[in-house]
């Protein structure tokens, strides 16, 4: 950062100016994050019960569902990571905004932030990142079971014999 005196008289207004925009560029940041997880949430929302409704009248087949099981799958830990991704880039930004609070008289988002022990004080603050991460996570355990349950009705004969093998080969290996 360029040092106050080797820059001039309009130092402080410049930095307010910057502070304004950068304060107004994390919010927006925050607005597509909250567009991006309305558009998973729709997405599953309308998918969920189109995918029971599909399977019920025999138009999904078992193998249409486990493809889009593994899609739903996928899907869920693109919006896992892509909520992950927003919550780094708010956290850069706002790193960024009490570095400029220190050149103006109040250092408003710095001391919030300290109020509420940076996070680290679950009573105090929850973080936002982690409850919006759970929604995935539910989605993605709900894939999971339709796929688990796919492949126990489509193989379930030979996928009993393979889980019985599999156990006595761990239980085997346990004792030798």
Not at 64 to 78: A, D, K, M, N
Not at 112 to 133: N, P, R, V
């Amino acid at each position: 950062m360029i040092e106050k005196e080797k820059y001039g008289d309009k130092f402080q207004e410049h930095l307010l100016d910057q502070y304004k925009i950068y304060v107004e560029l994390a919010d927006r940041v925050t607005e597509r994050r909250n567009k991006a997880n309305q558009f998973y949430s729709s997405l599953f929302s309308i998918s969920i019960p189109l995918i029971s409704v599909g399977v019920t009248k025999g138009i999904i087949s078992n193998a249409l569902l486990f493809v889009i099981s593994i899609f739903g799958v996928f899907l869920c830990f693109g919006w896992y990571y892509n909520i992950k991704s927003y919550g780094q880039l708010n956290s850069g930004k706002f790193k960024v905004i009490h570095k400029m609070e220190e050149y103006l008289p109040f250092d408003c988002f710095k001391k919030e932030w300290d109020h509420l022990d940076q996070g680290d004080d679950s009573s105090k603050y929850l973080k936002l990142t982690k409850i919006e991460q759970f929604v995935p996570f539910v989605f993605c355990l709900l894939f999971l079971m339709i796929m688990s349950y796919n492949i126990f009705v489509t193989y379930s004969d030979s996928f009993i014999i393979f889980i019985m093998q599999y156990v006595i080969s761990l239980i085997i290996n346990l004792f030798l």
